[in-house]
């Protein structure tokens, strides 16, 4: 049911960031004309996001409980409630544990084709859900942090206490958190598989200039989900990531669990930059255990030639590609990707 929503405002953190720049313009004089223009961009957007604030019509958002699966499974983690299911092997053989880490907008749901194929050969099949994502809770000043994650999986990993070894496999954002989970813990992992992993941590200029300011976040934070978090943009997203049109099923599998209230929040702290995440990439020739990295051949959004130069730069890296596929090969092509995974996994 679609209904009105009028966007609130902090306007507390409004007025403290206004009066800190007054204040840093009085101390050092050279900085009153930045300061202004700063301002004036606060301003501006205030009074747009005022406007379309009342006329705009929004989607109906949901609770956690209304998009539950039948496995689904809750743990509390450092302060925050992650949502995650698990897939058993077969003949009760457990030949190793494989965690399942999404991409940005990405949830359990992006893993749909490939744990089948990993609890036939007789693995155990972990996916969880990022703080902020699918379903795992939406909380304030959460570190978003390829770091912070890293931290945040090893211990959810330690409180599952299940039994044998652990494989990272990360999409996209989710391959710069399994690395960073390996460089954390480098004898924990057995191995690693990235695909179409996102490394690189360094944001443009106008998005770090948005990341210093607790209001401008918000406020960016809340347009991404009431005017980027439509039906019609995920359909658009998903094409691109696919190179093919995304069925009914696709689009609501990505849309649902990012308009669960509150979901601003983690777009808000997505938007803030991380000095670990920029230096994340220089220390990836410190992974000492195997990494294969998965690509869509095809890919727009972590073109193929970022995993060309991650084999570089990890030793014991190597690289396959996926003919035709782009940023989703898990999902465009399930049977090449499950068979590639799988010989990487029994090799190690």
């Not at 990505?254 to 230096?279: A, F, G, H, I």
């Not at 003919?323 to 799988?342: I, V, W």
Request: aromatic residues 10%.
């Amino acid at each position: 049911m679609e209904k009105k929503n009028h966007f609130l405002f902090d306007r507390n953190a409004f007025y403290i960031t206004v009066s800190k720049m007054i204040q840093k313009s009085l101390i050092q004089p050279n900085c009153i004309k930045r300061s202004l223009l700063f301002l004036s961009f606060i301003l501006l957007l205030y009074c747009f996001i005022s406007c379309i604030g009342s006329i705009t019509v929004y989607a109906k958002k949901y609770e956690v409980s209304d998009l539950v699966f039948e496995d689904s499974q809750f743990l509390m983690v450092d302060g925050v409630e992650l949502h995650y299911r698990i897939w058993l092997p077969k003949d009760d053989i457990n030949r190793g544990n494989v965690l399942l880490v999404h991409g940005l907008g990405g949830s359990t749901y992006s893993w749909r084709y490939t744990v089948t194929a990993l609890i036939e050969k007789g693995y155990r099949a972990v996916s969880v859900d990022l703080p902020g994502f699918g379903l795992s809770q939406r909380k304030p000043a959460v570190n978003q942090s390829h770091e912070n994650r890293a931290t945040l999986l090893w211990r959810f990993i330690g409180d599952l206490k299940l039994k044998g070894t652990w494989h990272l496999v990360g999409h996209s954002m989710g391959g710069g958190i399994v690395a960073a989970m390996a460089l954390k813990k480098p004898y924990d992992a057995a191995s690693i598989i990235l695909v179409d992993g996102s490394i690189e941590g360094r944001i443009s200029r106008f998005l770090s200039l948005i990341s210093r300011s607790r209001l401008l976040r918000t406020i960016t934070g809340k347009l991404i989900s009431r005017l980027i978090v439509t039906r019609r943009k995920i359909k658009s997203f998903l094409r691109s990531a696919y190179g093919r049109e995304p069925n009914p099923e696709d689009v609501e599998g990505y849309y649902l669990p990012l308009r669960v209230k509150n979901t601003y929040l983690t777009m808000s702290y997505l938007l803030k930059k991380y000095p670990s995440d920029e230096k994340l990439l220089d220390d990836l020739d410190t992974i000492r255990v195997p990494v294969l990295c998965l690509w869509g051949s095809e890919d727009e959004w972590v073109p193929v030639d970022r995993g060309e130069e991650l084999i570089k730069k990890i030793p014991e890296a190597s690289l396959f590609v996926i003919d035709e596929a782009k940023h989703c090969p898990m999902e465009t092509h399930p049977e090449l990707f499950n068979s590639t995974l799988l010989q990487f996994l029994d090799k190690n």
